[in-house]
Nanobody, 126 residues
Framework: QVQLVESGGGLVQAGGSLRLSCAAS????????MAWFRQAPGKEREFVAA????????YYTNSVKGRFTISRDNAARTVYLQMNSLKPEDTAVYYC???????????????????WGQGTQVTVSS
């Protein structure tokens, strides 16, 4: 497994921006599909965004399309989530996830990923 550490969360007003980072250690991320999930209080963990290791293709849940951007820097072993035009409903703990190397994941399903970070809190005030 790979160890993942998220950072960049915080408190921001509606309409503001944050950039989350997910730093990896233990193995390279260059051959792993990567994703961000989030979990709001009282709700199940939900898919936010993913990026393919092989094609670089990106995938987003509908509620964040056009506002969030996932990217990766394989040399830095880091995955990012740029979040713009934040809304109060984006408030959640955000988790980074990595798929097993060379494996094909079902991007939207948390069970597809074998490594998770501890999460970072994002709070958007109205």
């Amino acid at each position: 497994q790979v160890q993942l550490v998220e950072s960049g969360g915080g408190l921001v007003q509606a309409g503001g921006s944050l950039r989350l980072s997910c730093a990896a250690s233990g193995r390279t991320l260059s051959r792993s599909d990567m994703a961000w999930f989030r979990q709001a209080p009282g709700k199940e963990r939900e898919f936010v965004a993913a990026i393919s290791w092989s094609s670089g293709s990106t995938y987003y849940t509908n509620s964040v399309k056009g506002r969030f951007t996932i990217s990766r820097d394989n040399a830095a072993r880091t995955v990012y989530l740029q979040m713009n035009s934040l809304k109060p409903e984006d408030t959640a703990v955000y988790y980074c996830a990595a798929g097993a190397p060379y494996s094909r994941v079902s991007y939207y399903h948390s069970s597809s990923y074998d490594s998770w970070g501890q999460g970072t809190q994002v709070t958007v005030s109205s």
